[in-house]
């Protein structure tokens, strides 16, 4: 199988938390991504539409972890330097080319066997439409809480755990 070269840059700067989330320091997106005691600030802003659709974004198949699975509507790390908000921004931006400004509405810890983040949720409201960053995308589209829960269930929809984890923490998954 080959491998496919990432647009990640694995020397960029990360925020670093204690579990409380207070700053304590700094470390490269390849020493987070490969040490669970490093724990890094990331954001997930969940996008929803008047008919209470979600808009979740495939992501590139450039991407250092889950190329082409779906995630949230953006998402990112908290690069050294920025506040969670202003990444949440940035993020928005950056990914789905439109300037909106997302709610924080609370923050988890997830972990697995590679890494440990702090993430930031957000909230928003946009009918869209987007303008898709195709290095950081492959495409999204608008889901229904009850059409999200039901494609997992039948295992037609790749989301990323850290996707999951949100959408629990958020009540939109079962």
Not at 97 to 107: A, C, L
Request: charged share 30%.
């Amino acid at each position: 199988m080959t491998k496919i070269k990432t647009t990640d840059d694995q020397e960029e700067l990360f925020v670093l938390v204690d579990k409380n989330d207070k700053v304590i320091g700094r470390a490269t997106r390849r020493e987070c991504h490969s040490d669970p005691t490093k724990i890094h600030q990331a954001v997930h802003v969940i996008i929803e539409n008047n008919e209470g659709e979600i808009f979740l974004q495939r992501r590139s198949l450039t991407k250092d972890s889950a190329p082409g699975w779906y995630v949230t509507s953006a998402s990112g790390h908290v690069t050294f330097g920025l506040t969670p908000r202003e990444a949440s921004i940035k993020e928005i931006i950056e990914e789905l080319g439109v300037n909106i400004k997302p709610k924080f509405v609370g923050r988890y810890i997830f972990r697995d066997k590679n890494e440990t983040e702090m993430i930031e949720v957000f909230k928003a409201e946009s009918e869209g439409p987007f303008k898709l960053d195709p290095v950081e995308t492959s495409g999204g589209n608008f889901f229904t809480p009850e059409s999200i829960n039901k494609a997992i269930k039948n295992g037609d929809l790749r989301l990323t755990e850290r996707a999951i984890s949100t959408l629990k923490f958020l009540k939109i998954l079962n």
